[in-house]
Nanobody, 114 residues
């Protein structure tokens, strides 16, 4: 089964920035709609951003204007640039192509705290 591996999380102060990466194990990664999700302790997994093969993107209101999803097809890698981070952004972040051949990764922890 195809896999993804998230990285780039860490501890950041409110107002700070982080860039997450998601490396895919197969070159067909760029052919699929792919999304970032997050899950905070005690909460359900929440959609954060989506990018389509043509490059169009969508975001929920909670992150619009602060987060930006992008991809480097040559590197089979997805990114999430997160700016002006808030404590409520604290969660484990996951990426997932919209294809059942890809399994969920282990995620990367983002903690926003002073």
């Amino acid at each position: 089964q195809a896999q993804v591996q998230e990285s780039g999380g860490g501890l950041v102060q409110p107002g700070g920035s982080l860039r997450l990466s998601c490396a895919a194990s197969r070159s067909d990664f760029a052919d699929y709609v792919t999304s970032w999700y997050r899950q905070a302790p005690g909460k359900e997994r929440e959609w954060v951003a989506t990018i389509r093969p043509g490059g169009s993107t969508t975001y929920p209101e909670s992150v619009k204007g602060r987060f930006a999803i992008s991809r480097d097809n040559a590197k089979n890698t997805l990114y999430l640039q997160m700016n002006n981070l808030k404590p409520e952004d604290t969660a484990i972040y996951y990426c997932k192509p919209h294809n059942s051949a890809y399994s969920w990764g282990q995620g990367t922890q983002v903690t926003v705290s002073s």
